[in-house]
Antibody, heavy 124, light 105 residues
Framework: QVRLEQSGPEVMKPGASMRVSCKAS????????IYWVRQTPGQGLEWMGR????????NSAQKFDGRVTMTGDAAISTAYLELNSLKSDDTAVYYC?????????????????WGQGTLVTVAS | IQMTQSPSSLSASIGDRVTITCRAS??????LNWYQQKPGRAPKLLIY???TLQSGVSSRFSGSGSGTEFTLIISNLQSEDFATYYC????????FGLGTKVEVK
């Protein structure tokens, strides 16, 4: 079964760093980009960045530059999102999602597979 | 690229035809997707490339448009369609609209 399984909920203090994991199964992890999207309470979906699990190359939204780190461990088919210097408005559900297109294949794409989401609460 | 959806919410009844609009701040060709999200769940892909129905999705859903103007239509609204709908452009990075919540009238 093709799926992305995320780590469980976290409660973090302001100023701390969070890490969310996203384990892929049922497909070749290194064949597809993994994206990170967050959803703040009552708000819409916000793209944070993506990682190429083969090369480790990343792209991140300008808003998160300097605060976000995305990594991948191909041996265990797992991607990680780290966000540091947490603030209360980082409280959100964080999703990982898979690109429909294989890496290197051009064309219109979309997110065809999503993790279940990880709630991260930032509170003192 | 900014994605603007309208309306932000709407009330509808079972059997209604619902129209949701998504406007891009610049040309995104047909790099436009629609997702449905229900509370506590991850988004689910409905339509990709502006007008292609994802496998397994009801034919009540249809999409159209290109360039900067796109439309999602839900015909014959059913109870399971009450949800929030998001458009997404993947032409230049990957941004979403703020969503349209479809509620029971």
């Amino acid at each position: 079964q093709v799926r992305l399984e995320q780590s469980g909920p976290e409660v973090m203090k302001p100023g701390a760093s969070m890490r969310v994991s996203c384990k892929a199964s049922g497909y070749t992890f290194t064949d597809y980009h993994i994206y990170w999207v967050r959803q703040t309470p009552g708000q819409g979906l916000e793209w944070m960045g993506r990682i190429n699990p083969t090369s480790g190359g990343t792209n991140s939204a300008q808003k998160f530059d300097g605060r976000v780190t995305m990594t991948g461990d191909a041996a265990i088919s797992t991607a990680y999102l780290e966000l540091n210097s947490l603030k209360s408005d980082d409280t959100a559900v964080y999703y990982c999602a898979r690109d429909f297109l294989r890496i290197g294949v051009p064309g219109i794409t979309w997110f065809d597979l999503w993790g279940q989401g990880t709630l991260v609460t930032v509170a003192s | 690229i900014q994605m603007t959806q309208s309306p932000s919410s709407l009330s509808a009844s079972i059997g209604d035809r619902v129209t949701i609009t998504c406007r891009a701040s610049q040309n995104v060709n047909k790099y436009l997707n629609w997702y449905q999200q229900k509370p506590g769940r991850a988004p689910k892909l409905l339509i990709y490339a502006a007008s292609t129905l994802q496998s397994g999705v009801s034919s009540r859903f249809s999409g159209s448009g290109s360039g900067t103007e796109f439309t999602l239509i839900i015909s014959n609204l059913q109870s399971e369609d009450f949800a929030t709908y998001y458009c997404q452009q993947t032409y230049n990075t990957w941004t979403f609209g703020l969503g349209t919540k479809v509620e029971v009238k």
